[in-house]
């Protein structure tokens, strides 16, 4: 099987090569594919088995990362049982979910300032070339000589 290197960190990782078949053997109106069946090779079992002993070195040296090895694990499971993830304990908790959050209340504040900053400043524009004091926007009249 080939591997992708990415990089996170200080340390290259290894990265299995994921085919993307939306992950059902039907095509969403219950008729089954066959041609996504196959029986599992030995690589797969020995592809399983390698992500299952890193899931439960994860638990192991990393139990601050409960969610996400719980999540890790439902997907290697393949039962296709709901998951529910509590979004705002990433929210609270994470630095990156504190990250994401911050993100999320600053653009909702900016599109409502940004509009309302520049009605504002359209109206006071307008206002002042009807009624403004002089020296007020003049049009120029060219003429020739």
Do not use: C, Q
Request: without cysteine; aromatic residues 12%; hydrophobic residues 45%.
């Amino acid at each position: 099987m080939a591997f992708a290197k990415f990089k996170e960190g200080n340390a290259v990782l290894d990265k299995p090569v994921i085919r993307h078949d939306h992950g059902f053997l039907d095509d969403g109106k219950g008729n089954i594919d066959p041609s996504k069946k196959r029986a599992a090779t030995w690589a797969d079992y020995r592809a399983l088995a390698k992500w299952e002993a890193m899931l439960e070195g994860a638990e192991v040296l990393r139990p601050d990362l409960d969610d996400a090895t719980r999540s890790y694990s439902h997907f290697l499971d393949a039962t296709g049982t709901d998951l529910e993830v509590a979004y705002e304990d990433f929210l609270s908790d994470d630095d990156a979910g504190k990250t994401v959050l911050k993100s999320l209340i600053a653009d909702t504040v900016a599109g409502y300032f940004v509009p309302a900053v520049m009605a504002v400043a359209a109206v006071t524009f307008f206002v002042w070339y009807v009624a403004g004091p002089v020296p007020r926007l003049r049009r120029r009249v060219w003429r020739r000589r």
